[in-house]
Nanobody
Framework: QVQLVESGGGLVQTGGSLRLSCAAS????????MGWFRQAPGKEREFVAT????????YYAESVKGRFTISRDNAKNTFYLQMSSLKPEDTAVYYC??????????????????WGQGTQVTVSS
């Protein structure tokens, strides 16, 4: 089973950038589609982005498309979320996860598992 640990969150001003990292244990990391999700206070956890096992396919939520970039380095068992042009509405706890079932393009939380502990991103106005 893959175990995930997020890092890189913090406080940033509107328009700023952050890069989140998700380090994975396990020798089969490169076999999995990986995803980022986020949960703002009082809201449900929502899809942000996913990346296919070798990075050939990526999917984004409309709210982050053009501002966020998901990538991965299978040699380091790590994948990333580069966030630019951040807005206050991006404030949330960000989680990484492994797709365990469903279609490669799935955005359904139920298709993901091995959730990390989350990292807080706060964007000040």
């Amino acid at each position: 089973q893959v175990q995930l640990v997020e890092s890189g969150g913090g406080l940033v001003q509107t328009g700023g950038s952050l890069r989140l990292s998700c380090a994975a244990s396990g020798r089969t990391f490169s076999s999995y589609t990986m995803g980022w999700f986020r949960q703002a206070p009082g809201k449900e956890r929502e899809f942000v982005a996913t990346i296919s096992p070798y990075g050939r396919s990526t999917y984004y939520a409309e709210s982050v498309k053009g501002r966020f970039t998901i990538s991965r380095d299978n040699a380091k068992n790590t994948f990333y979320l580069q966030m630019s042009s951040l807005k206050p509405e991006d404030t949330a706890v960000y989680y990484c996860a492994v797709r365990t079932r469903g279609l490669p393009s799935s955005r359904d939380l139920a298709d993901f598992g091995s959730w990390g502990q989350g990292t807080q991103v706060t964007v000040s106005s």
